[in-house]
């Protein structure tokens, strides 16, 4: 969940192995499960292996991370150091080549992986922490070698998203994530504006230093009552969860806060939406062909509303 | 990830044991980390440890889900003959009391469960798959753990959400995740109807054998080109990722599938919403004490368009 720029130049000199032996062609043996721990055995069909990494704490990697960092054939890292790092900590020793995987380098990086991987290698990817593709480098990735026509696997494990989720003591049942809030206060505002009448509780990672001003917009928009927790250093020896209102916690916050720092904010309670805000969705669909009545029949049905109400709030609109 | 009723019966008789024995009662000892993985050791301060189970893999349980396994003193489980194979497959032998802890049991369980951890008890709640309290038992015993003003913490680890979006080949970096569809056709036309505007990706559950039905109902509400992918059986022997257009993929649907489901949908495409959409809001923002002209700027820069262009939409549909 780092926000960028992390690992710039770790490992920037190892990209050129990508993919440059490519022994191991495939002999058309099919996937077999055990091999999607690794690379083992060579001579297989490639694939791409997305694998989750722990968020602070060794002892949440699976024993089939470990093996598929032993056996793939490349390793493409978020940072190569901390990759590297992690490997350690497990005791285990990377076996295949090492190559960063970032968001500057990701397409570049892409045409090599993707030959690696037809040519019957084993790419596993990692971020720096949690599931790669879920707010971090890896989509891309994956779309190039579904697109190549290979497979791709994932192992999954630990993700900040769905931690603070447990953690909020909120319900959770459903939920959105937001990835960073916005650096910039108006642009915060506004995300924090199109969450107003967000049913879902919502997630979202903010940087330790911005976390009070950030809170303190969530409350000049959402007002200081909404229910939210902010989870600090999850898994980590300081880990914190601080749970209350928006106004509490800006108060909080405002001392001042360290560490990585993930936001879970209560769903709004519901709000029926008025015949008046559904005027333009039934003018769209009249636009697209459909009948006045029609429209406001299925509009009305899909949102609660009245059609007779929606036809009258339609007729005064247009004047 | 089970919809319901799983382990109706199972483990029904143990619940008395909760709490029946209150030894170890707290010496005020300060949480340290370690103790995180389990009950160990006994007479420090009480806990609640939420853990991620396997969706399907063995390999996928953490080191320290096993050791919290084994060292728990009460382990509550939504199925606890699920809870009891997993552990015989990690050749963990479970120390702790077990408890069903399931939809139908959860509130009459609580009360016993929270006194365990004000007893100076380590609780352990696993549901059959993923992570407790997304989609699943757990929030409500959450909530009392932290009210009764005892610790929660969380061993992070599999779940079907971040494993579906990494499968999906589909940009994820903002997401949404509503549960199971809804069953009855009308409420999943409703259901879809909400994601037509929804720029994250969707993340949904659904059986087997409604998937052909769900699907033709999203083709319906949401047109045959929404790009989407079918998650079915994930880390699993027979797990497949069926990538495509919704219209494709209900078509494939309509054969019959099998196994466990998970669906994520592409983000809707942005549109930008009309000054007639936004009068609702302005209007709510009035009856609130705002001035109109204050009210349609604030909107405006929020939604992204002209203030006079919303003044004159309000002034229209006030007639």
């Known amino acids: 969940m780092d926000e960028s720029d992390t690992g710039t130049d770790a490992g920037r000199d190892e990209s050129d192995a990508v993919g440059a032996d490519g022994s191991g062609a495939p002999h058309g043996g099919s996937a077999d499960r055990d091999a999607a721990t690794g690379g083992r055995p060579r001579g297989e069909c490639g694939r791409l292996v997305l694998a989750a990494t722990p968020l602070g704490e060794t002892g949440d990697a699976s024993p089939r991370l470990r093996a598929a960092l032993a056996e793939a054939d490349v390793v493409a890292a978020e940072d190569t150091r901390r990759t590297r790092a992690l490997a350690a900590a497990l005791g285990v020793a990377i076996g295949g080549r090492v190559v960063s995987f970032y968001d500057q380098v990701e397409s570049a990086r892409i045409p090599a992986l993707v030959e690696s991987i037809a040519s019957g290698e084993t790419v596993l990817l990692v971020t720096d922490a949690g599931m790669p593709s879920v707010s971090d ?20 494990g630990p993700s900040a998203v769905t931690t ?3 953690l909020s003591g909120l319900p959770v049942d459903r939920f959105c994530f937001d990835g960073f809030a916005p ?9 924090f504006a199109t969450l107003r009448d967000e049913p879902r509780a919502s997630v979202f990672f903010e940087s330790p230093h911005r976390l009070a001003a950030c809170l303190d917009d969530a409350v000049a928009v959402l007002g200081p009552d909404r229910r939210a927790a902010v989870c600090r250093e999850m898994t980590k020896t300081y880990e914190e969860v601080r749970r209350g209102t928006l106004g509490g916690l800006a108060a909080w916050a405002a001392e001042g806060v360290r560490g ?9 309670a519901p709000r029926r939406r008025s015949a008046a805000d559904l005027v333009g969705e039934v003018e769209r669909r009249v636009d697209g062909g459909a009948r006045l009545k029609d429209a406001c029949a299925q509009v ?9 109400e929606l036809y009258q709030a339609v007729l005064t609109a247009r004047g």
């Open 300 to 308: 009305g049905e899909e949102q609660g509303v009245s059609k007779r």
């Open 260 to 268: 990585e720092i993930s936001v879970v904010l209560a769903g709004a």
């Open 137 to 156: 480098p890896g989509y891309s990735l994956v779309d190039a070698t579904i697109t190549a026509g290979h497979r791709v696997t994932c192992l999954p």
């Open 164 to 166: 603070a989720l447990a």
């Open 183 to 191: 650096r910039k206060p108006g642009k915060r505002r506004e995300f």
